[in-house]
T-cell receptor, first 108, second 113 residues
Framework: AQRVTQPEKLLSVFKGAPVELKCNYS??????LFWYVQYSRQRLQLLLR??SRESIKGFTADLNKGETSFHLKKPFAQEEDSAMYYC??????????FGRGTQLTVWP | EAGVAQSPRYKIIEKRQSVAFWCNPI?????LYWYQQILGQGPKLLIQ????????DSQLPKDRFSAERLKGVDSTLKIQPAKLEDSAVYLC???????????FGSGTQLSVL
């Protein structure tokens, strides 16, 4: 079965420090992977998707098929990055599987 | 553009009662999803509609949950009868077409006592 694992439930860093939110997936085919974010009192929204290979709000994520990982990284965290982050993968049937999420707190 | 609208925002019921949630997707979005998010977990897909047809309802507990999207626009999700373990946030999302970016509503937080 397809599965997305986010090993860290909580992650805290200081402003300006690098941050990496971990995501591992289990899928035998070619997965389509995403990061979704939910800021306090806002809706869940798409942050980025691996096929776009883009940087959004300073965040990047690289698909590593050898390690089956799709970690989200930012070199210098900002206070406004504090949010809940969900890694998700899409199956060939189109269903999105979400990880349990990582709550990121960036301290001033 | 107007986002995905859901109502109510909160609902408290006793077990064995019935409850219904409503969702109005973004205008023109063909695909509509209902997700269940239990505290501490990620969203789990319950059902996916393409226009007014069901694409995927494999994870919907059909003995108590039902959903419809009669005219291919608004959708309702019903639970009858509710159990304690149904306490969760129910999220509606829509996308222009299947496989495209999902836009989520604010969700309905259900507490079953």
């Amino acid at each position: 079965a397809q599965r997305v694992t986010q090993p860290e439930k909580l992650l805290s860093v200081f402003k300006g420090a690098p941050v990496e939110l971990k995501c591992n997936y289990s899928y035998s085919g070619s997965p389509e992977l995403f990061w979704y974010v939910q800021y306090s009192r806002q809706r869940l929204q798409l942050l980025l998707r691996h096929i776009s290979r883009e940087s959004i709000k300073g965040f990047t994520a690289d698909l590593n098929k050898g390690e089956t990982s799709f970690h989200l990284k930012k070199p210098f965290a900002q206070e406004e990055d504090s949010a809940m982050y969900y890694c998700a993968s899409r199956s060939t049937l189109g269903r999105l599987y979400f990880g349990r999420g990582t709550q990121l707190t960036v301290w001033p | 553009e107007a986002g995905v609208a859901q109502s109510p925002r909160y609902k408290i019921i006793e077990k064995r009662q019935s409850v219904a949630f409503w969702c109005n997707p973004i205008s023109g979005h063909a695909t509509l999803y209902w997700y269940q998010q239990i505290l501490g977990q990620g969203p789990k897909l319950l059902i996916q509609f393409q226009n007014n047809g069901v694409v995927d309802d494999s994870q919907l507990p059909k003995d108590r949950f039902s959903a419809e999207r009669l005219k291919g626009v608004d959708s309702t999700l019903k639970i009858q009868p509710a159990k304690l373990e149904d306490s969760a946030v129910y999220l509606c999302a829509s996308s222009l077409h299947e496989g495209e970016k999902l836009f989520f509503g604010s969700g309905t937080q259900l507490s079953v006592l």
